[in-house]
Antibody, heavy 119, light 110 residues
Framework: QVQLQESGPGLVKPSQTLSLTCTVS??????????WSWIRQHPGKGLEWIGY???????YYNPSLKSRVTMSVDTSKNQFSLKLSSVTAADTAVYYC???????????WGQGTLVPVSS | QTVVTQEPSFSVSPGGTVTLTCGLS?????????PSWYQQTPGQAPRTLIY???TRSSGVPGRFSGSVLGNNAALTITGAQADDESDYYC??????????FGGGTKLTVL
């Protein structure tokens, strides 16, 4: 069973770039049909899909966040990453990484990491 | 902008049956949206229940089932138990690499 673990700074200042990394274990990030995803959840709110990246580097982003999101993959480290630029307090959320099968559904989730945006 | 709709809240009696729905602000849900369902309890990551409309994820009890009913995807819990009290989210695949979460349904078992 693949396992995912988010890591990154615990606090980001407004206008800066939020950076998170997800480390995949128990399976290869280069697995066919596996799309690696970021999802966030604002405090007390629902889930929001941020985007997918395939091991080839192909990316797919939520249109509402596309202008600020960059995802990348490092197959040598079995990791993928999220950068969200120009953050505001509205980007304060728990950020989850997850594996998606063929972009159709998510079958493995990280535990999530809370990223506050505050000065 | 596509909006995926879910009932904000629902309640069911222990042992009862409840059907939660997942719809589109414009149009109908079909199996081509590959509806999936997730259960989340406070402070925990979501758990995958159902994918591709009606396939139960490994380890998910048989009381959870998925379907397309009319214009909506549906999650039915038959014989609800106290520990089914959770938030439930659906996801629809909209094509061209875009997925959308519903707003979630808070299910109360009482």
């Amino acid at each position: 069973q693949v396992q995912l673990q988010e890591s990154g700074p615990g606090l980001v200042k407004p206008s800066q770039t939020l950076s998170l990394t997800c480390t995949v274990s128990g399976g290869s990030i280069s697995s066919d049909g596996s799309y690696w995803s970021w999802i966030r959840q604002h405090p007390g709110k629902g889930l929001e899909w941020i985007g997918y990246i395939y091991y080839s580097g192909s990316t797919y982003y939520n249109p509402s966040l596309k202008s600020r999101v960059t995802m990348s993959v490092d197959t040598s480290k079995n990791q993928f990453s999220l950068k969200l630029s120009s953050v505001t307090a509205a980007d304060t959320a728990v950020y989850y990484c997850a594996r998606s099968r063929s972009q159709y559904y998510f079958d493995s989730w990280g535990q999530g990491t809370l990223v506050p945006v505050s000065s | 902008q596509t909006v995926v709709t879910q009932e904000p809240s629902f309640s069911v009696s222990p042992g009862g049956t409840v059907t939660l729905t997942c719809g589109l602000s414009s149009g109908s849900v079909s199996t081509n949206n590959y509806p999936s369902w997730y259960q989340q309890t406070p402070g925990q990551a979501p758990r995958t229940l159902i994918y591709s409309t009606n396939t139960r994820s490994s380890g998910v009890p048989g009381r959870f089932s998925g379907s397309v009913l009319g214009n909506n995807a549906a999650l039915t819990i038959t014989g609800a138990q106290a520990d089914d009290e959770s938030d439930y989210y659906c996801v629809l695949y909209m094509g061209r690499g875009i997925s959308v979460f519903g707003g979630g349904t808070k299910l109360t078992v009482l």
